[in-house]
């Protein structure tokens, strides 16, 4: 279990979390909510420890992320698969080796294993034909498929979606949608998705948590997410043209 | 305030981030075996690749250095073995090596501030540590030991092509008989040149490196921010090599 206590942090003069607070649960996908600029990236990257915060603690399987060595907190990081928002592919290598690279540093498998494994991995992304391309050669939408077929090639207990669906068509949004249920359901790893596009949340998560202005505004499961009144979580969810309701 | 601010807070805020940056590098040798293909890597693109470049500007420098000495020194008093007399030692003692580093930082340093920058602002470097790899040992430490160890084999082929070079021209042109060449070189080596060429490429092979690595790894913003530390790294490479060199100049000869 991930238990985010109480975090804030300043870039500067700037605060850009205040005394935010989370639990994401097990096995659940959980959906981090909010406009552009209000701190949900920032939340992601406390989690797998790659900013410390001001105050506050992070808690991974019990662990305080923040009071352990360096080489412990690459041993946690190694439980999560990480799918940023540009992909981050290393263009310097296929997708091939992309997805094997994990498996090369981290593994003693051979290199049939590797190929192996690979495949599974980009063909569980619908890919399974794309392992000699350069990532420049790819769309987008692939892009990102490959980098979650490198995400998932450790098989993680936790898989973080820093905007997997920004600056994508619809078509290809709901693509990643699916692949992303469908991982969580293969895989039976705890999501967490951060997104402020509400139809992925209404059709990936479990649990949503709505970000305001770097304060956790909100924290709740999607039945209570439609069912829910609050003004500022309305006019965000409103403002992606989505009604809150029962779910069809 | 702002004038200590920009003269000393954010320069030595500069120099500490660069030594911990370092300290964090350097603390990783131990995982050298998973490293070993990209120092293998990076050899070939600091090294190998930037020879044919090195070698060019060699030879163009001893050719040019023979004709200017031929221009100013030979008369009837002086004889013409003092063109070998100054072309050997100026190869070997600084142009070698100087004109290697000024190279490298414009070709080396430049593409290393730029690999590293674009992986900076395209989330590359925060893949490798989500992944739980030590992104600062996995990319910087195989760029400064390639450049520690091919910085000196360029300083070698440098020096021999530039003395080459000038000797080639010096004969052919009919400004110095080879023999007169040879003589003028013998007589002012003294065997410590080579050695302090040597120490010389060492240094500037650490300073290109690790400069570019550290302008690259910290680049902020997007394609402009890229762009700066591109820039940055060249200039302060440069910099960086002739205080060096100042440095070295003073306290070994």
């Given at each position: 279990?991930?238990?985010?206590?109480?975090?804030?942090?300043?870039?500067?003069?700037?605060?850009?979390?205040?005394?935010?607070?989370?639990?994401?649960?097990?096995?659940?996908?959980?959906?981090?909510?909010?406009?552009?600029?209000?701190?949900?990236?920032?939340?992601?990257?406390?989690?797998?420890?790659?900013?410390?915060?001001?105050?506050?603690?992070?808690?991974?399987?019990?662990?305080?992320?923040?009071?352990?060595?360096?080489?412990?907190?690459?041993?946690?990081?190694?439980?999560?698969?990480?799918?940023?928002?540009?992909?981050?592919?290393?263009?310097?290598?296929?997708?091939?080796?992309?997805?094997?690279?994990?498996?090369?540093?981290?593994?003693?498998?051979?290199?049939?294993?590797?190929?192996?494994?690979?495949?599974?991995?980009?063909?569980?992304?619908?890919?399974?034909?794309?392992?000699?391309?350069?990532?420049?050669?790819?769309s987008g939408g692939m892009?990102k498929r490959?980098?979650?077929?490198?995400?998932?090639?450790?098989?993680?207990?936790?898989?973080?979606?820093?905007e997997p669906t920004s600056g994508l068509d619809p078509e290809t949004s709901n693509t990643i949608d699916d692949l992303i249920?469908?991982?969580?359901?293969?895989?039976?790893?705890?999501?967490?998705?951060?997104t402020h596009d509400m139809h992925s949340v209404l059709s990936i998560?479990?649990?949503?948590?709505?970000?305001?202005?770097?304060?956790?505004?909100?924290?709740?499961?999607?039945?209570?997410?439609?069912?829910?009144?609050?003004?500022?979580?309305?006019?965000?969810?409103?403002?992606n043209e989505y009604?809150?309701?029962?779910?069809? | 305030?702002?004038?200590?601010?920009?003269?000393?807070?954010?320069?030595?805020?500069?120099?500490?981030?660069?030594?911990?940056?370092?300290?964090?590098?350097?603390?990783?040798?131990?995982?050298?075996?998973?490293?070993?293909?990209?120092?293998?890597?990076?050899?070939?693109?600091?090294?190998?690749?930037?020879?044919?470049?090195?070698?060019?500007?060699?030879?163009?420098?001893?050719?040019?250095?023979?004709?200017?000495?031929?221009?100013?020194?030979?008369?009837?008093?002086?004889?013409?073995?003092?063109?070998?007399?100054?072309?050997?030692?100026?190869?070997?003692?600084?142009?070698?090596?100087?004109?290697?580093?000024?190279?490298?930082?414009?070709?080396?340093?430049?593409?290393?501030?730029?690999?590293?920058?674009?992986?900076?602002?395209?989330?590359?470097?925060?893949?490798?540590?989500?992944?739980?790899?030590?992104?600062?040992?996995?990319?910087?430490?195989?760029?400064?030991?390639?450049?520690?160890?091919?910085?000196?084999?360029?300083?070698?082929?440098?020096?021999?092509?530039?003395?080459?070079?000038?000797?080639?021209?010096?004969?052919?042109?009919?400004?110095?008989?080879?023999?007169?060449?040879?003589?003028?070189?013998?007589?002012?080596?003294?065997?410590?040149?080579?050695?302090?060429?040597?120490?010389?490429?060492?240094?500037?092979?650490?300073?290109?490196?690790?400069?570019?690595?550290?302008?690259?790894?910290?680049?902020?913003?997007?394609?402009?921010?890229?762009?700066?530390?591109?820039?940055?790294?060249?200039?302060?490479?440069?910099?960086?090599?002739?205080?060096?060199?100042?440095?070295?100049?003073?306290?070994?000869?």
């Open positions: 279990m991930i238990k985010v206590d109480n975090i804030s942090k300043s870039f500067g003069d700037k605060q850009v979390l205040f005394n935010v607070s989370l639990e994401i649960r097990e096995g659940e996908t959980t959906a981090v909510i909010g406009r552009s600029g209000s701190g949900k990236s920032v939340l992601m990257k406390h989690i797998i420890g790659l900013l410390i915060p001001d105050e506050g603690r992070v808690f991974v399987d019990g662990v305080n992320i923040d009071d352990i060595s360096y080489a412990e907190l690459r041993k946690v990081r190694q439980q999560f698969g990480v799918l940023f928002q540009g992909g981050a592919l290393f263009d310097s290598m296929s997708a091939f080796e992309n997805v094997a690279f994990p498996l090369r540093t981290f593994t003693s498998k051979s290199d049939s294993e590797i190929a192996y494994e690979v495949h599974q991995c980009l063909t569980m992304v619908e890919l399974p034909d794309v392992g000699k391309k350069m990532p420049s050669e790819l892009q490959v980098a979650l077929a490198r995400a998932i090639a450790l098989r993680p207990r936790y898989i973080l979606y820093d249920k469908s991982l969580a359901e293969q895989l039976n790893v705890t999501s967490i998705v951060i998560a479990d649990r949503a948590a709505f970000i305001y202005n770097g304060r956790m505004h909100w924290v709740g499961t999607i039945d209570e997410l439609h069912a829910s009144t609050d003004k500022t979580l309305c006019d965000f969810v409103k403002a009604q809150i309701g029962p779910r069809s | 305030m702002p004038l200590v601010r920009t003269l000393l807070v954010e320069p030595a805020g500069s120099v500490g981030r660069y030594a911990l940056l370092l300290w964090k590098a350097f603390a990783t040798l131990g995982d050298m075996k998973s490293y070993r293909k990209n120092i293998f890597d990076q050899m070939v693109h600091v090294g190998l690749e930037s020879m044919p470049i090195v070698a060019l500007a060699a030879a163009f420098s001893g050719a040019v250095t023979t004709v200017q000495a031929a221009y100013q020194l030979v008369s009837p008093l002086i004889p013409t073995s003092i063109i070998g007399s100054i072309v050997v030692p100026s190869m070997i003692l600084e142009l070698g090596a100087v004109l290697t580093g000024f190279i490298l930082a414009g070709r080396v340093g430049a593409r290393i501030a730029a690999e590293l920058g674009t992986m900076r602002v395209t989330e590359q470097i925060d893949a490798l540590e989500a992944m739980g790899l030590n992104s600062v040992g996995y990319l910087i430490v195989p760029r400064v030991l390639a450049g520690v160890f091919m910085f000196p084999v360029l300083y070698v082929v440098a020096s021999f092509v530039g003395i080459t070079g000038g000797m080639a021209v010096g004969v052919f042109g009919g400004f110095v008989p080879l023999g007169e060449f040879v003589a003028g070189a013998r007589e002012f080596f003294q065997p410590f040149d080579p050695v302090f060429g040597l120490i010389k490429s060492l240094v500037f092979g650490f300073t290109i490196t690790s400069i570019s690595c550290y302008k690259g790894y910290f680049t902020k913003g997007g394609a402009e921010g890229v762009g700066r530390a591109t820039t940055e790294a060249a200039v302060m490479s440069c910099v960086y090599l002739l205080v060096a060199d100042l440095f070295l100049a003073v306290t070994l000869l």
